[in-house]
């Protein structure tokens, strides 16, 4: 939802006005469940105050050797002003305050956001520094953590939308090549592609996530990771005020590693890693009630790495990272995983952009007989105030 509201052209007032939204907006967090939702729809020429604020709380109690619990406790806060050029393109210019409980410095986390975007329609296309978009992929090769751990993106997202079909794409470029301090490139980018078989409830899903880091002309090992995944969903729609929607999905998932030949001759070293390739499988069925969200998952992987993308839970790998360390290291490694996930989830909408989202998250390892569980809480805001409108020269 979005409030729009009208301040004075007297600039005590607006100032004043200004200033207790920000103040009343703190108390609350940004949701949007899909990218540029958020923006505002206005004129040519208008300038425009969008506030985004995420206050959460995510807690996994796991004790397992692939990835250890943790909890994250802690707010985004983005405030930003966008000016109209036309009726598609805007610029945003804010900053995004990341800050996550029991840090020592309370305003480490703040950095400047500027980006321009264009939207027509369902179409979107975004180059800049802005807040990070809620990823659609599949868990094994997206992490659900990642917006709550970098809010931020530094490169472009853009998404094409049609009836039955969309494509989308996420590059974040999070390092930059620097020879002297011997600090690689990392980049990474994602593709979600779904085409939808007309006249029918079925559609063919498209995914891939790519993880480059190069270290041209330093001594680090460079190399490539590629992750796709390829589905087929089912989604069924009832006219049924209790039974909301009903969504099967299976996916055949597979990784594989690349490193650069040359650079190697060039006495560098190949990725050390235990497993170069590995596959999976992935099926998930979710039911929409009129109270709640339920569903349920299965994961098998057989040498499966998403480092650095997926959810690490998935993968056969467990990697840690020395400080200022490229690549990350392998400190445990088993080929097979073999588990079953159950959630439940609840969301409420209030009026003027409020949402309130909690979630359960047990699951089993098969092959440890292992049962282990997560929780999240978030409370949301989004909200646009119009401040002016410039006078065309």
């Known amino acids: ?26 108390c609350f967090t940004y949701h949007a469940a899909l990218p540029l939702s958020a923006l505002p729809h206005t004129s040519p020429g208008s300038i425009t105050l969008s506030i985004q604020n995420q206050n959460f709380i995510n807690n996994t109690e796991y004790f ?16 930003s002003v966008h000016l109209a050029i036309t ?26 956001a500027c980006s321009m975007y264009y939207r027509k329609q369902q179409n979107v296309f975004i180059v800049g520094i802005f807040n990070n978009a809620i990823l ?29 079909s969309h494509i989308a ?30 006249h029918t409830n079925w559609s063919i899903p498209l995914q891939l996530a ?19 995944a390829v589905g087929l969903t089912y989604a069924l729609t009832p006219t049924n005020t209790f039974l909301k929607k009903v969504q099967w999905a299976s996916y055949l998932v597979g990784n594989s590693y690349a490193y650069n030949r040359q650079a190697h001759e060039r006495a560098c070293l190949k990725v050390k890693r235990p497993f170069k390739e ?22 098998y992987g057989n040498k499966f790495s998403s480092e650095n993308m997926g959810y690490p839970l998935y993968q056969s790998i467990c990697i840690q990272q020395e400080k200022d360390s490229y690549p990350t290291q392998v400190t445990y490694y088993e080929k097979i995983r073999h588990l079953l996930f159950v959630s439940f989830a609840k969301t409420w909408e209030f009026s003027n952009g409020i949402t309130l989202q909690t979630s359960l998250k047990p699951y089993c390892d098969l092959m440890h007989n292992l049962l282990e569980f997560g929780f999240s809480l978030q409370l949301s805001y989004t909200g646009n105030f119009h401040l002016t409108a410039l006078d065309p020269l």
């Open 136 to 164: 659609t992929l599949i868990e094994p090769l997206s992490s659900s953590h990642q917006p709550l751990e970098k809010p931020h993106m530094e490169g472009f997202h853009f998404r094409l939308t049609q009836p039955t």
């Open 210 to 228: 790519v993880y480059h880091l190069g270290g041209q002309g330093i001594p680090i090992q460079s190399y490539s990771l590629w992750c796709a």
């Open 278 to 299: 590995g596959w999976g499988h992935f099926h998930t069925l979710t039911i929409s009630l009129h109270p709640v969200e339920m569903g349920v998952s299965y994961w």
């Open 87 to 112: 009726n598609s393109m805007g610029l945003q210019i804010g900053c995004i305050w990341s800050r996550t409980f029991g840090h020592q410095w309370p305003w480490m986390g703040i950095r400047p």
């Open 169 to 198: 794409g996420w590059l974040d470029w999070k390092n930059c090549l620097c020879k002297k301090n011997n600090k690689p490139e990392i980049v990474t980018f994602q593709l979600d592609a779904s085409y939808g078989l007309k």
């Open 1 to 26: 939802m979005q409030n729009h509201k009208t301040i004075s052209r007297c600039g005590s007032l607006r100032l004043l006005v200004l200033q207790c939204s920000l103040l009343f907006m703190l």
């Open 64 to 79: 397992n050797k692939i990835m250890e619990g943790e909890t994250l406790f802690g707010f985004h806060f983005l405030p």
